[in-house]
């Protein structure tokens, strides 16, 4: 592991790797981009090139083999240490529960500072801990890195935090990842260095799976960078699985709403569909395929072929797209619209496919 394992944005990484070798890195960096174009990897990894025990020769970089590297790699997961900082808060007191807000630490020196439930946003508290550690000098690296991880902060936290911004020590460095660096405080924008990510290209995305989605078949890959919209994050952890069970399930209810099958196909999987939060979850995928689908349509019906992300079942949407209008195909939309809202008002229901399928019908 090192900077040669982040994907894309190349030319935002060189300079970073530049700054660093001149020791002219900024105490203050806000990382923007859209979601999954890497900001926080990328976070932990200058994080761990700054403090790594046995950097590798030429352009700063890290080992990923060291105690420090190490610990610090741990941090990389984030929804998996999140989800862990919030049970152990769980498992508190209520007293305690209260005056306890959500940080993540690996290493004496790097600390993460995710937005804290339940409004997901930076709270005051949170910022004071880091001026209380701040100008510490750090105890195990040469770097005290504090990562924020959303833009959005209380308005006390940010008045806070531009408190630090405004004489930072010489051996620390605070990150602030932002989708939109627009939230942050004009002047604390104004006291930091904006290093911007750009999604990436759908064949830098596919280069991408091709190393670390090497069972996926070209094919698979090509739809899942579709779908991915540039952002590399979401394009490694896709489900693929599951995205393929349920496009087959939407399938189904567009074909039997258009006539083109028989209506006992919708109901063998209509049972496979409970209450409860699994259910939750495949019909959330479902809705996803279905208005993903309806798009391809009517991208066909449009003549704009070349926009249908469902790449691998083209020669299917073009018979569908036979049976199917244009002003079919915007009534279904709204009609799926009101379902889903009503499914969202009564969350416990167990839901049938048929209300879909009634929905989308061919009058
Ligand atoms: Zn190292």
């Known amino acids: 592991m090192a900077f040669s394992g982040f994907h894309g944005n190349e030319d935002v990484v060189n300079r970073i790797r530049e700054m660093l070798a001149r020791y002219r890195f900024p105490h203050a960096v806000i990382l923007s981009g859209p979601a999954g174009s890497g900001k926080y990897t990328l976070a932990t990894m200058i994080a761990r090139a700054m403090n790594c025990l046995f950097p590798p020769e030429g352009l700063p970089d890290f080992c990923g083999k060291c105690s420090n590297c190490v610990r610090i790699g741990e941090l990389e997961d984030l929804d998996a240490r999140c989800a862990e900082a919030n049970e152990a808060r769980e498992g508190l007191k209520e007293a ?5 807000r959500l940080f993540i630490q690996a290493h004496p020196d790097v600390l993460v500072i995710p937005p804290d439930p339940p409004q997901m946003m930076i709270k005051v508290d949170q910022v004071r801990r880091v001026i209380e ?5 750090p105890a195990e690296g040469r770097e005290r890195v504090f990562i924020f991880t959303d833009s959005a902060f209380m308005k006390e936290a940010a008045n806070s935090l531009l408190k630090v911004l405004e004489e930072p020590p010489e051996f620390a460095t605070i990150f602030l990842l932002a989708e939109n660096p627009g939230e942050l405080l004009p002047t604390i924008r104004s006291r930091s260095m904006v290093l911007a990510l750009h ?3 759908l064949p830098e995305i596919e280069q991408y799976l091709a190393r670390h989605r090497p069972e996926w078949k070209p094919q698979q890959r090509a739809l899942v960078a579709r779908l991915s919209e540039g952002a590399v994050g979401r394009a490694r952890t896709f489900d693929l699985e599951a995205y393929s069970a349920a496009r087959e399930h939407a399938l189904t209810v567009l074909r039997t709403a258009l006539r083109t099958n028989e209506h006992t196909d919708l109901f063998k999987i209509t049972e496979t569909y409970r209450a409860g939060a699994e259910g939750r979850e495949k019909i959330e995928w ?3 395929c279905l208005y993903s689908l309806l798009q391809d349509l009517l991208f066909l019906e449009s003549k704009s072929a070349d926009l249908v992300r469902n790449t691998d079942l083209r020669a299917e949407l073009e018979r569908l797209s036979q049976a199917a209008d244009f002003e079919w195909l ?7 619209g009101e379902v889903e809202r009503g499914l969202r008002r009564n969350l416990l229901r167990s839901l049938s496919l048929d209300a879909f ?3 989308l019908e061919k009058g």
Do not use: H, V
């Open 96 to 100: 305690d529960k209260k005056e306890t």
């Open 133 to 137: 550690s701040i100008y510490f000098r």
């Open 199 to 201: 999604s990436l290209s």
């Open 286 to 288: 479902l809705l996803r």
């Open 330 to 336: 915007t009534l279904a939309a709204e009609r799926l």
């Open 357 to 359: 399928e009634a929905a």
